[in-house]
Structures are given as structure tokens and as C-alpha cells.
């Protein structure tokens, strides 16, 4: 089990950029692919990004890519989303995930933080 906390959440103006992290615990963490999600009431939760175990295979939504990147630092156990340009639409919360394989699939990520909240302001 690897649980799974994010933080670097807040409010923000549009254009601005903003950094989440989510820090790991408990099993390896390098064991994991990782991902990051967003969701606003109502909605379905909204895969953003993914990354493999060793970094070096990325994928992201069309929503995202070019704006957003996903990074880790397998040393620190921290999984990190870097967003720029932010919109008023990219106000959500934001959960990271961790799967066995990177994809894009909510049910295939059975470790989730508990979600830190972004609002942009326009």
C-alpha cells in the first residue's frame, strides 16, 4: 500500500502558473506509475497526465498538453504537476493517483490522495 498526499493547491489569477506535488509513503514508490486527475462538483474525476515508474514515458490529455508537465523525483518520493497558463476552466480538485502501468483509465489507479483545490481567478 502507498498512500498518497497532495499539497500546492490555491487560488490564482489566469496566465498564472502554479506547481503540485504529491509525496508518497509507504511501499516503493518507484513501483508506481503515477498520475494526476482533476474534478469539480458534478462532473466525472478527469485524467490529466501520467507518468511511468522511471519518468521517461509521459502522456497527457489534449486539454492539457503544452500547458501542464509531469514530473518525479523517485529519490524524494514526490510525484509533481507543473501548470501554466492557467484558465478559470482548470479550477478543480486535483488528486494524484498511483497505478501499476501508466494510463489514462480512473479505475485503473487503486491509490489516490485526498485532493488539493485549485481556483483561477479570470
Known amino acids: 500500500q502507498v498512500q498518497l498526499v497532495e499539497s500546492g493547491g490555491g487560488l490564482v489569477q489566469a496566465g498564472d502558473s502554479l506547481r503540485l506535488s504529491c509525496s508518497a509513503s509507504?511501499?516503493?514508490?518507484?513501483?508506481?506509475?503515477m498520475g494526476w486527475f482533476r474534478q469539480t462538483p458534478g462532473k466525472e474525476r478527469e485524467f490529466l497526465a501520467t507518468?511511468?515508474?522511471?519518468?521517461?514515458?509521459?502522456y497527457y490529455a489534449d486539454s492539457v498538453k503544452g500547458r501542464f508537465t509531469i514530473s518525479r523525483d523517485n529519490a524524494k518520493n514526490t510525484v509533481f504537476l507543473q501548470m501554466n497558463s492557467l484558465k478559470p476552466e482548470d479550477t478543480a480538485d486535483y488528486y494524484c493517483?498511483?497505478?501499476?502501468?501508466?494510463?489514462?483509465?480512473?479505475?485503473?489507479?487503486?491509490?489516490w490522495g485526498q485532493g488539493t483545490q485549485v481556483t483561477v481567478s479570470s
Open positions: 493517483a498511483g497505478a501499476r502501468i501508466a494510463n489514462i483509465t480512473t479505475d485503473q489507479y487503486g491509490h
Open positions: 509507504g511501499r516503493p514508490f518507484n513501483l508506481y506509475a
Open positions: 507518468i511511468n515508474y522511471s519518468g521517461g514515458t509521459t
